[in-house]
T-cell receptor
Framework: EAGVAQSPRYKIIEKRQSVAFWCNPI?????LYWYQQILGQGPKLLIQ????????DSQLPKDRFSAERLKGVDSTLKIQPAKLEDSAVYLC??????????????FGEGSWLTVV | SQELEQSPQSLIVQEGKNLTINCTSS?????LYWYKQKYGEGLIFLMM?????EEKSHEKITAKLDEKKQQSSLHITASQPSHAGIYLC???????????FGTGTRLTVIP
């Protein structure tokens, strides 16, 4: 079974530029998450989708961050304009809603962003 | 204030030694997850605990959740260099199946 796919793995941009990250969850997983992990800290939830609906985006800085999952499968996270403090690893994760597999959350390898 | 405390923050052990990492919440949790992360990589799922008093084992790693579902421990028996990495506990606080993470424990195993 293929895992959570993310791209690009690495990105360096200048402040005030924009960047987009893509995620393809494990096949059949209805729930998709984006987390931000700053160096030395634990991951912080940015947004949670159930199919193409938003479950929780309370910690998403909506003035510069946006995310979509239009068809309920893959997702894109965008940052515009980027700030220095956005330098972090952006982790995508997914989980199933099937009763037997519910709750196990699987993570991708992350997209590393450096803002200079 | 940190809602999910992990201790210790870092740990250096000799290969073959046993070790324990703790994760404590001030509130009762719906679920507690343990992940391992190596530098530059994503989080590898280890174990999920949902019931008070639950204990799970996989190879040389055992995780327990206390009866109140507020404290968990991860125990590694006879540590190996392959166990080195950052161990993260993540908690489901609301039942919405999203996780709040601790700051992690960095484990170094000296051959």
């Amino acid at each position: 079974e293929a895992g959570v796919a993310q791209s690009p793995r690495y990105k360096i941009i200048e402040k005030r530029q924009s960047v987009a990250f893509w995620c393809n969850p494990i096949s059949g997983h209805a729930t998709l998450y984006w987390y931000q992990q700053i160096l030395g800290q634990g991951p912080k939830l940015l947004i949670q989708f159930q199919n193409n609906g938003v479950v929780d985006d309370s910690q998403l800085p909506k003035d510069r961050f946006s995310a979509e999952r239009l068809k309920g499968v893959d997702s894109t996270l965008k940052i515009q304009p980027a700030k220095l403090e956005d330098s972090a690893v952006y982790l995508c994760a997914s989980s199933s809603t099937d009763r037997g597999q519910r709750n196990t959350i699987y993570f991708g390898e992350g997209s590393w962003l450096t803002v200079v | 204030s940190q809602e999910l405390e992990q201790s210790p923050q870092s740990l250096i052990v000799q290969e073959g030694k046993n070790l324990t990492i703790n994760c404590t919440s001030s509130k009762t949790l719906y679920g507690l997850y343990w992940y391992k992360q190596k530098y530059g990589e994503g989080l590898i799922f280890l174990m999920m605990l949902q019931k008070g008093g639950e204990e799970k084992s996989h190879e040389k790693i055992t995780a327990k959740l206390d009866e109140k579902k507020q404290q968990s421990s991860l125990h590694i028996t006879a540590s190996q260099p392959s166990h080195a990495g950052i161990y993260l506990c993540g908690a489901d606080k609301t039942g919405a199946n999203n996780l709040f993470f601790g700051t992690g424990t960095r484990l170094t195993v000296i051959p």
